[in-house]
């Protein structure tokens, strides 16, 4: 199981007009991202897991909706495809009450192959309040709306922003040299599922609420 706590956020009514606060920095998360898990490093896994690879969690809210953005398998090439693997299993935990550690709202994604529509891949979300036990499934790279909730999983632009030589240059100097212009990531995509929920399904409205994602291979090793 490869484990990334990424985001925690503030859902309370007083924070819809500011940006979302993050929580808990004092807390220890086993977290990485882009690259960092030794099972994605091509120096040391010449078969790097692409599928399983968390790069970044987002959550954000408006008035009415809360959307969450789970962003892996990156970063590639714009010419590479979509990476869809229907065994590995994608975890969107979701804690909307004390103790704020544990999974209240577990949200889960899977992929797999329509046999009768040329194998073409789709997606399965299970877990989001206000669906069907049997979730929602809808095709890949493209916009579906079921049951008030909005869902899409396909190719896009990695939104990170990162100067890796600039860093790196920083560290070796003890001098800051990170440059806006020199984007590590740019012309790179990702693979990603976004979600859009009717925010009266996950929160009160005045609690905090916490977001963290993880992926599990199914049949491999832990």
């Not at 309370?12 to 960092?36: N, S, Y």
């Not at 049997?134 to 049951?147: A, F, K, R």
């Amino acid at each position: 199981m490869n484990r990334f706590a990424k985001l925690a956020i503030a859902g309370g009514a007083a924070a819809l007009a500011v940006p979302l606060a993050i929580m808990l920095p004092e807390q220890f998360a086993p977290a990485a991202d882009h690259k960092d898990p030794p099972q994605r490093t091509g120096s040391v896994d010449p078969t790097p897991d692409l599928a399983a690879d968390i790069a970044d969690v987002f959550a954000f809210h408006t008035a009415d909706k809360l959307v969450l953005i789970l962003t892996f398998a990156g970063p590639n090439p714009t010419t590479a495809a979509g990476v869809y693997d229907r065994d590995v299993l994608y975890k969107i935990n979701i804690s909307n009450q004390s103790p704020r550690t544990e999974t209240n709202i577990p949200i889960r994604v899977r992929f797999g192959q329509d046999v009768s529509q040329n194998n073409a891949f789709g997606l399965q979300i299970t877990g989001i309040p206000g669906t069907p036990d049997g979730g929602l499934v809808g095709p890949v790279e493209q916009d579906n709306v079921q049951s008030g909730v909005r869902f899409r999983a396909g190719l896009f632009d990695d939104p990170f922003f990162f100067d890796l030589q600039g860093f790196t240059e920083s560290k070796q100097t003890g001098n800051l040299s990170i440059m806006s212009n020199r984007d590590f990531f740019a012309n790179a995509n990702d693979t990603a599922i976004i979600i859009e929920i009717p925010r009266d399904r996950i929160g009160d409205g005045s609690s905090p609420v916490d977001v963290w994602a993880e992926t599990l291979r199914l049949g491999g090793q832990l």
